[in-house]
């Protein structure tokens, strides 16, 4: 009986065991590309992190491998001179709290949005609202820039225009850093709230809609149906989305800090620099490229940490909403 037993088990685990079929081949082939375009333009590029631990010099009549194995080695040095900068405290504050405030707002103002937007009778109407918000997303941030500059412009803008109508002093809006967190943080909303926007309403045309229908029957108002059926319906989609902003919180839109405020002027530096533009800044200059790709390798570590964490929070609370 026990020989019989075994028999069958072990011929059930061949029957279940994976075996490589014609499907997986054409599969394999048409992933292939996508696999060599990571490779050859996501991975490989990773080696150029070693000019982060080295004192980069380039060797006069040789090419750069050869003068990036040659430059002499120092270890965390650069990593160390970017820590105890003068501007790392500023850069890291500004980085961190406006993407704090860009990860909320990116929550709560498309899931407002979105519920709004799918209680709207007409469908006619639901498109052009979707629509006209979501445009700004196609908007570079040079095209953007130049709108914000025809309103804040010192002589012939638009706000200070209105200001002068109503009998009031003009603003030098590039010279007066403690408007433009507001600033930067309407502009990042106008943006890519109708991006967003769009995502959760796919998410809630995903819920059973008779669902709403049995809500209406038993008499729940309009609150209590997003309350306990639209919400908890897009759970999963809105942690995805926290998850991945979470994940560049030590990234900054450049477009937004660098091209809005006109290449962040002196008076603005200490208010709207981050990273990005640091990073930029500092390969205009003539600083050490070493201590450069530090500071970008200091970026993409922190972030991959803080998604990591991240994940791991939400698994913990919520396994099946965690995305890795």
Known sequence: MKTDRLQTDRHQKSRHKKRWTRDDTELS???LPCLLWF???????MFGIIIAFKSFRIAPGHGFLYSLMTSDWVGLKNFSFFVRSNAFGMLLRNTVL?????ILLGVLIPVTLAVIIRQ???RRAGRIYQTVMFFPHFMSWVVVSYFVYAFLSPD???LNGIIRSLGGQPVQWYSEAKYWPFILVFMQVWKTAGYSMVVYLAGIAGIDQSLYEA???DGASKWQQTRYITLPGIRKVIVMMFILNVGRIFYSDFGLFYQVTRHIPNS???TVSTFDTYIYQAIRTNAPIGQTAAASLFQSAACCMTILTANFIVSAIDADSAII
Do not use: E, R
């Not at 490779?39 to 590029?45: C, G, K, N, T, W």
């Not at 406006?98 to 860009?102: A, D, G, K, L, Q």
């Open 215 to 217: 809500a209406v029957i």
């Open 120 to 122: 709207i009778y007409s």
């Open 156 to 158: 012939k803008g638009l």
């Open 268 to 270: 603005l530096y200490t």
């Open 29 to 31: 082939l048409l992933g």
């Open 39 to 45: 490779a050859v333009f996501a991975f490989l590029p």
């Open 98 to 102: 406006y993407n704090i405030v860009f």
